[in-house]
């Protein structure tokens, strides 16, 4: 999945979610390693929680740029995560999946 900031926090209706006091965490429980065949964790891009599309969170998010420019860039991070990690990170953090390079034919 491409870099994105889920749902609940972008596009109309979502104001609230971009003013400066707002803090919402989202939490992933990993059920394995992550590991360059099989993925299995989450990449962001560092500090982009404090990013916004129109400052107000009124428009519906383009990510397309995003990936271009954010996905490339160093700040995108991938973090290493082990079976049984917990991870918290901000509503508004872009994030996605972390790429698997090629199939490697085994289960997830």
Do not use: C
Request: proline share 6%; hydrophobic share 40%; no cysteine.
């Amino acid at each position: 999945m491409p870099l994105h900031v889920d749902d609940t926090f972008v596009g109309p209706g979502r104001e609230s979610a971009w003013a400066p006091g707002f803090v919402h965490m989202q939490a992933g429980l990993y059920l394995q390693d992550n590991d360059p065949a099989t993925g299995g964790a989450i990449d962001v891009i560092r500090g982009s929680h404090l990013m916004s599309f129109d400052e107000y969170g009124r428009v519906p998010a383009e990510f397309d740029v995003a990936n271009w420019t954010l996905g490339t860039s160093s700040l995108r991070e991938t973090l290493d995560i082990r079976a049984g990690d917990v991870v918290l990170w901000h509503g508004r953090l872009m994030h996605a999946s972390t790429r698997v390079p090629l199939p490697s034919g085994r289960e997830k």
